[in-house]
């Protein structure tokens, strides 16, 4: 990445929010306490203990306590950031003054929770001037503690039109002599409060995608050297919902998502990794379907695709339409309707192979990738080639460099990454590409 | 809404186009005199005499006084706002010096209609330093009538790529000294010659669904306290496609829309407004169907989809696959595929609910929608919950903010709106959320 | 068009890169000296002698001498217009030294290559501030060899976050006086490079498809009165994939797109021209059907859809719906269901009748397109009207004006232009609008 980035993480997979204060029970830092208890895959790279919305007004005074309490005595031994979000309002100055104050005393070194604080996170900022406050905070806090200069990062929920725009804004900015920018982190979207901002409505009152929102974030983020994160997911059963999510921003380059629960950590901190077997896909009419290994061979089970042997050739059938085809047109056909998803295994290989072959003096080498489709019965063996050159490596390396920030910077994750990987493939992923 | 807004209409449904002079018949200002005849949910909620592209050029000077003719004698009483839109172009001095010509004319006191007239609509913008100089066009006519500075509202169409650009800056440079573009009101989109501008073309000749566009009007709009204007769905007769484009248009919060017609009106006019009875969605392969109600039961009569009861449990088949599921799993499975479409009663019943529980110290409660299903016959009974929050509710209230703006400006819309919810409803949909 | 272009061609369909130095065999030039040979249909509009990407970096100072010899020798008779990619990026001062140096060599009047030369294409460039330094570089060239300011064109590949934000910004910067960017003529999206610079990742590793990216470069390229270009399309075999990526971009007012193969350079140059022949569409189910004609019926031969003849009207059937209508009741249906895709001579028909309509002072008139539709073997006739006013009119120019940039640019392209639509439809298109 050629844009600096000013902070330790590259990538960051996971952002959890816990309440800071409840009221149920006796301890009101309970569930505080049980996500500083969380380790490995179940752990997030962020940790947010919610100071704002997930916690009740009146209880944000006894939250901030919480913070402080929580933060200083398991800190240390938390394996992610830690990222107290605190209250902000682009309208409302009572609501940044109070923001402010609760930042100052959390970041009271006297304390004992800062040394173990990233930074802050500042939610509902407006334009380019309302960020400009809220890098003010910081300053007033870092200098009356007597805090390195931009020590405390600063991270926003982008959750209005006019905090949209000033995503296009920041990278000019930063650097500026009268702002600390620079000290800058995470672009997290926050669609539910986006949604109400920008007066959005559907019938089941469900939130809009907002694709315009996440490409301008992400971009933004790769702009001025930051990190995109998406915002909650609501519906908490819906783990395949999740996961399609999450797929479509890794493809617009945002990679983080909000998690609300251990269990939604887990499925997000494993979901950008690059699967352990590869797969493939045919592309029957418009839909992707994924076929079934099976021994050797790749087994279309559905109905939509039929294929048949005659006597001189073959007949396939997809849909409605009807083709007939000899053996090499077939293999043409069934190339073009299937791909392949790489394993990590296979990224790795592909990395090094293209690594040889250019210090041996060669730009560009063909990868090929050999399968037996099985379709009604009848076996047809394709070979699926692909043209590699320096963009393609470079390209290829994101899930890889990904994989190796967290390789690096989560030794707790290392046990459950090796059983999933298998050692050797986990040694030469953390080496490729060095 | 936290943005200031300088204007009375916090939504605006409907934006209707009469030409001002045609030549047809002997009253050149027929359709004028018609349009300014409309009432109920005819009538738009703003009124544009179209002084422009609906009128033939050498029309236009009979089409201003024709405008100053009707409004000054049916203004007054007229339900909606009135804009008349007068030539304009980022790239013409001389149709801009014709246009400000028109306006100063029109609101002339002495003409008797300007004090009917809430803004004027300015076509054909190009970047801000034009919307700039349409503002003084405003500045100079107010002055020299004695009227109130920004007392004449402007609202613009965009239908230029720079004009598009502009919308990211609207909110900077309102307020800067030298212009009064708080005067600003509507952000209108104008895709057909936005089409022509950007040289978009299609195999039909059909306009591109441009969704970028929407979305940065309607952001443009959020970020300045202004209000979003889909342009004219030219194919008058598709009534379901001129439904659905406003349903996408609402997902990205452009909630106004241009009528060609008064039916056309009457039927954008409703579409905002939450249903008179609530509704099952249910997702079959991708697609969202609805249900049928029956008495008390929800009725799916398609194809795609069958369910069969067998000794121990269910079979439910979807497209080619085929599921046996006990009765439990069977529920969990249509949970996820069933979405509700509440009515107006509902959300109202809802947040009413929400209220209360706030007022007793909780602050989020679970709402419970219950219905049975019946598929190929077999009854299965749901109950969906859906947990509100302040951010839930907050979110809901967008339809119900829009219903009381409506019901507050519209007086001669309230008999028509009792028909259709039943007083009860309605009263109580004035007065939730205040 | 409004907006000043300050370049000859005001569209190019078609972006060909060609390798300046290779390795294998005895000439180094030869990619170059092929594509300077190409003429006709596989001659593009635009030809890229690439001295960055496509040649091996430790070739770049031959390529740059092949450059001189190639367009030197052949530049006079080639076709199109030639515009060299030098070295350039955004983070690295030194590879931006090394393009500008080979671009004094290249354009070096005593090296004899710089009169055929139209400008040059600047890569991986980042924010404004960097596009300014590319500027600069231009500058110095044009005045230490005493070239007309401004006489080299400049185009850039938008391939980072920056570059993309930048496009917003184009507009506002021409024209200062410190720099010369009226000299700007191409924006090319190259959504290899972005992607890595975005982060963006897909399961197999295909590229993302980037829609924002490419309407906020079509929109820069309107808003500045530039011209657009498409990133590669790596599938060679897949024309049709090609062909559907140039129709996506042709609706969000993209026309051109990079070439890889004097086969591609064929496609895309053919692709935005309108058909020869119309053809009507049937939307069945949402998928848009193409139907066959045959002799004067247009006939539907897919299984999605059936009709039926009664004793008294007709029963259509639409995958699982069943509809009973009268026979104007299927004309109704029938025709919403349809669309026309007009032919190059339909295009011009209805712009020389509305031209005369306007003549004799008509505003609008109404087209007719009739037709038979023939399904299971039941014949319908139908008549599709479409008003016709002078945005209509203007819209409908788009793909007319696009013919004529081509043939007043491109007389090498004429024989075969008058094979494919015949000698009376090409004068005639030459001439309408004018």
């Given at each position: 990445?050629?844009?600096?980035?000013?902070?330790?993480?590259?990538?960051?997979?996971?952002?959890?929010?816990?309440?800071?204060?409840?009221?149920?029970?006796?301890?009101?830092?309970?569930?505080?306490?049980?996500?500083?208890?969380?380790?490995?895959?179940?752990?997030?790279?962020?940790?947010?203990?919610?100071?704002?919305?997930?916690?009740?007004?009146?209880?944000?005074?006894?939250?901030a306590?919480?913070?402080i309490?929580?933060?200083?005595?398991?800190?240390?031994?938390?394996?992610?950031?830690?990222?107290p979000?605190i209250?902000?309002?682009?309208?409302?100055?009572?609501?940044r003054l109070n923001g402010f104050e609760y930042m100052r005393e959390i970041a009271d070194p006297e304390n004992g929770a800062v040394e173990?604080i990233?930074g802050f996170?500042?939610?509902?900022?407006?334009?380019?001037?309302?960020?400009?406050k809220a890098d003010e905070a910081f300053q007033l806090v870092e200098a009356e503690h007597g805090l390195e200069e931009g020590s405390l990062s600063m991270?926003?929920?982008?959750?209005?039109?006019?905090?949209?725009?000033?995503?296009?804004?920041?990278?000019?900015?930063?650097?500026?002599?009268?702002n600390t920018?620079?000290r800058?982190?995470?672009?997290?979207?926050?669609?539910?409060?986006?949604?109400?901002?920008?007066?959005?409505?559907?019938?089941?009152?469900?939130?809009?995608?907002?694709?315009?929102?996440?490409?301008?974030?992400?971009?933004?983020?790769?702009?001025?050297?930051?990190?995109?994160?998406?915002?909650?997911?609501?519906?908490?059963?819906?783990?395949?919902?999740?996961?399609?999510?999450?797929?479509?921003?890794?493809?617009?380059?945002?990679?983080?998502?909000?998690?609300?629960?251990?269990?939604?950590?887990?499925?997000?901190?494993?979901?950008?990794?690059?699967?352990?077997?590869?797969?493939?896909?045919?592309?029957?009419?418009?839909?992707?379907?994924?076929?079934?290994?099976?021994?050797?061979?790749?087994?279309?089970?559905?109905?939509?695709?039929?294929?048949?042997?005659?006597?001189?050739?073959?007949?396939?059938?997809?849909?409605?339409?009807?083709?007939?085809?000899?053996?090499?047109?077939?293999?043409?056909?069934?190339?073009?309707?299937?791909?392949?998803?790489?394993?990590?295994?296979?990224?790795?290989?592909?990395?090094?192979?293209?690594?040889?072959?250019?210090?041996?003096?060669?730009?560009?080498?063909?990868?090929?990738?050999?399968?037996?489709?099985?379709?009604?019965?009848?076996?047809?063996?394709?070979?699926?080639?692909?043209?590699?050159?320096?963009?393609?490596?470079?390209?290829?390396?994101?899930?890889?460099?990904?994989?190796?920030?967290?390789?690096?910077?989560?030794?707790?994750?290392?046990?459950?990454?090796?059983?999933?990987?298998?050692?050797?493939?986990?040694?030469?992923?953390?080496?490729?590409?060095?």
């Open positions: 990445m050629s844009v600096q980035r000013n902070y330790e993480r590259e990538f960051v997979r996971t952002f959890f929010t816990s309440p800071t204060a409840i009221k149920e029970g006796d301890d009101s830092a309970k569930m505080l306490r049980r996500a500083a208890g969380l380790r490995g895959m179940q752990a997030p790279d962020v940790w947010i203990p919610d100071n704002e919305d997930a916690t009740a007004p009146n209880m944000r005074a006894e939250g306590q919480n913070i309490e929580v933060v200083g005595e398991h800190g240390a031994d938390f394996p992610g950031e830690i990222h979000r209250e902000w309002h682009r309208d409302r100055p009572t609501t173990h990233d996170v500042i939610p509902e900022v407006g334009d380019i001037d309302d960020w400009k991270s926003v929920i982008v959750e209005s039109g006019e905090a949209e725009i000033a995503l296009n804004r920041i990278r000019d900015e930063m650097g500026k002599p009268s920018l620079e800058m982190f995470m672009l997290v979207d926050g669609e539910v409060d986006y949604t109400k901002d920008m007066r959005g409505m559907t019938p089941t009152g469900e939130l809009p995608e907002w694709p315009e929102l996440r490409h301008n974030t992400s971009r933004g983020a790769s702009a001025a050297g930051l990190v995109a994160v998406d915002g909650p997911y609501d519906n908490i059963r819906d783990v395949d919902g999740y996961k399609q999510r999450m797929e479509d921003n890794r493809a617009k380059g945002m990679t983080g998502i909000w998690s609300l629960t251990p269990g939604q950590v887990e499925v997000a901190n494993t979901a950008p990794l690059p699967p352990v077997t590869g797969s493939w896909l045919l592309d029957v009419d418009g839909e992707e379907v994924e076929l079934t290994a099976d021994g050797d061979t790749q087994v279309y089970d559905g109905d939509d695709l039929s294929l048949e042997e005659t006597g001189d050739g073959y007949v396939l059938r997809v849909g409605g339409d009807e083709h007939e085809l000899s053996a090499d047109e077939l293999r043409e056909e069934l190339l073009d309707m299937t791909s392949y998803v790489p394993s990590m295994d296979d990224i790795v290989d592909s990395m090094e192979e293209f690594e040889a072959a250019k210090e041996s003096g060669m730009g560009a080498i063909a990868m090929t990738q050999a399968a037996t489709l099985v379709i009604d019965g009848v076996e047809v063996s394709l070979e699926k080639d692909r043209m590699w050159d320096e963009a393609t490596y470079q390209a290829a390396q994101t899930p890889i460099t990904l994989f190796q920030d967290v390789y690096e910077h989560r030794p707790d994750q290392h046990e459950e990454l090796e059983e999933l990987y298998g050692a050797d493939v986990v040694a030469r992923a953390t080496e490729v590409g060095n």
